[in-house]
Each structure stands twice: as structure tokens, then as C-alpha cells.
């Protein structure tokens, strides 16, 4: 079993950037992925790393503006936000895949309970 705490959630202007990082404790992790949730929303995808590090998937809507990596060594993984913007604003949360699909939180077990993220405009 594996336990997720997610940290470095806050309000941010928009263009601003806010480093979220998920520590685990208990084992070493699989591959991760990140999520959000906004206030009356599905949860959606928003990033994915694989166990080494080596291979990432993002979502088209954070692109070239997130940037999600690991430090197995510290058993962390990380999601740089930068140019945030209002509609990036929900509830952040990670995850340890175990299914197949990077994309579909159905795959994925383990869940932290997740950091607010605010973007004012």
C-alpha cells in the first residue's frame, strides 16, 4: 500500500506558476499521473510520467505550459505550472497508475487528497 500527499496548492495570478509535488510513503512508485477537478466538473486527465522518468503524456489543454517529473530517489513527483490561467482552477490531485491507460483515472489506484489550486484573473 501506498499513501499520497499532495502539497503546493494556492492562489496564483493569472500568467503566474505554482510547483504541486505528491510525496509517497510505504513503497516505491509506479508511474503517476496527475489530475484535476473543477467545482462541478468530471475529473480530468492532466498529466502522466511513466516509473523511470523517461516517458510523459500531457493533456492538450496544458501543453507546453505544465510540466510533470519524478525523483524516484525521494519517491516524489512534481507538476510545474506555468502561464496558469483561470480555467485552470480545481482541486489537483495524484495518483499511481496500475492499469494500462496513462489517460483514464480508472487505471489508476492510489489517489492523494488533493491540493486547491486558484487562478484569478
Known amino acids: 500500500q501506498v499513501q499520497l500527499v499532495e502539497s503546493g496548492g494556492g492562489l496564483v495570478q493569472a500568467g503566474g506558476s505554482l510547483r504541486l509535488s505528491c510525496a509517497a510513503s510505504g513503497r516505491a512508485l509506479a508511474a503517476m499521473g496527475w489530475f484535476r477537478q473543477a467545482p462541478g466538473k468530471e475529473r480530468m486527465f492532466v498529466a502522466a510520467?511513466?516509473?523511470?522518468?523517461?516517458?510523459?503524456y500531457y493533456a492538450d489543454s496544458v501543453k507546453g505550459r505544465f510540466t510533470i517529473s519524478r525523483d524516484n530517489a525521494r519517491n516524489t513527483v512534481y507538476l510545474q505550472m506555468n502561464s496558469l490561467k483561470p480555467e485552470d482552477t480545481a482541486v489537483y490531485y495524484c495518483?499511481?497508475?496500475?492499469?494500462?491507460?496513462?489517460?483514464?483515472?480508472?487505471?489508476?489506484?492510489?489517489w492523494g487528497q488533493g491540493t486547491q489550486v486558484t487562478v484569478s484573473s
Open positions: 510520467i511513466s516509473r523511470s522518468g523517461i516517458t510523459t
Open positions: 495518483a499511481e497508475k496500475s492499469g494500462t491507460n496513462y489517460y483514464d483515472g480508472r487505471d489508476y489506484n492510489y
